[in-house]
């Protein structure tokens, strides 16, 4: 069951100010916003309540989690939104009994430590700060544009694609890494990453495969992964140039 708790509460709030731009976590508005929220934590499985009257903001102090739309009619059938790691804000709309789809959960991947915010109580108190809204603005259009770069790669990209993108953009997500090697722990399970691209879990674990025998990819145990070279992913993803770790050609 998920926890409220005040160790977690202050844990997330120092997380969330540590977020906000320079100058800004210790100003009045910062000291509004956080006095809106409440700090939960989330063990590994569990998800975050929905809630039919509010939307809400979620910052993720630390942990990763999965935004899932869920059908209304019992189903296993659920479509992964998008991973969120330590340091995001994300949206999770209100519940609505109106919509083909049930509502969307946040669920954790990992243990979870969040700052849970009404969205427009956060937005009201935000605009007093213009560099606290741009910043909120900002990681919105960014989790925004993911996620139509991911509607784009599941209608005209190959399998082989999607999964290199996906590699990619978790190597510059949990390591910064562009170009080169890398290594890293994924917290999601193959069934999570082909719930997310379209892809059933056979073929998610067959491109896993054929990119170990390009020598592009190791896997030790059921979430580390080594990648020996993010530009030649980013190449096979079908990233510009200038996106895959080196620089374009005049």
Same mark, same amino acid.
């Given at each position: 069951? +998920?926890?409220? &708790? ?15 731009? +320079?100058?800004? =976590? ?12 409440? =700090? ?5 499985? *569990? ?21 899932? +739309? ?10 992964? #939104? ?8 994300? &949206? ?6 109106? *919509?083909?789809?049930? =509502? ?54 190959? %399998?082989?694609?999607?999964? @290199?993108?996906?590699?990619? &953009?978790? +190597? ?12 890293? @722990? #994924? ?22 495969? *054929?990119?170990? $025998? %390009?020598?592009?990819?190791?896997? $030790? =145990?059921? &979430? ?27």
């Amino acid at each position: 069951m +998920a926890t409220i &708790s005040t160790s977690f509460g202050h844990d997330s709030i120092a997380a969330f100010r540590d977020a906000l731009p +320079a100058g800004t =976590g210790a100003q009045p508005t910062a000291d509004r916003l956080c006095a809106i929220g409440y =700090g939960l934590h989330l063990a590994k499985g *569990e998800e975050l309540a929905p809630d039919p009257r509010d939307d809400r903001l979620v910052h993720i102090a630390s942990g990763s989690a999965k935004l899932v +739309a869920r059908p209304v009619a019992a189903s296993p059938v659920n479509q992964v #939104l998008a991973f969120h790691f330590g340091g995001d804000m994300i &949206s999770v709309p209100r519940q609505s009994a109106s *919509e083909t789809w049930g =509502g969307f959960r946040l669920a954790a991947l990992t243990d979870c430590d969040l700052l849970v915010f009404p969205a427009e109580r956060f937005l009201d108190i935000a605009q007093g700060d213009p560099a606290v809204l741009r910043s909120v603005l900002a990681r919105s259009l960014q989790a925004l544009h993911r996620s139509r770069t991911r509607m784009m790669q599941m209608g005209h990209k190959s %399998a082989g694609a999607r999964i @290199a993108d996906f590699l990619v &953009s978790m +190597a510059e997500r949990l390591t910064g890494c562009t170009k080169g090697a890398c290594a890293f @722990a #994924l917290p999601m399970s193959r069934r999570d990453i082909g719930d997310s691209l379209g892809l059933t879990i056979e073929t998610v674990s067959r491109q896993f495969t *054929e990119l170990r $025998e %390009a020598g592009l990819v190791e896997t $030790e =145990g059921r &979430s580390k992964v080594c990648l020996s070279d993010v530009a030649a992913l980013a190449r096979l993803a079908g990233r510009p140039t200038s996106q895959a770790g080196m620089t374009p050609k005049n």
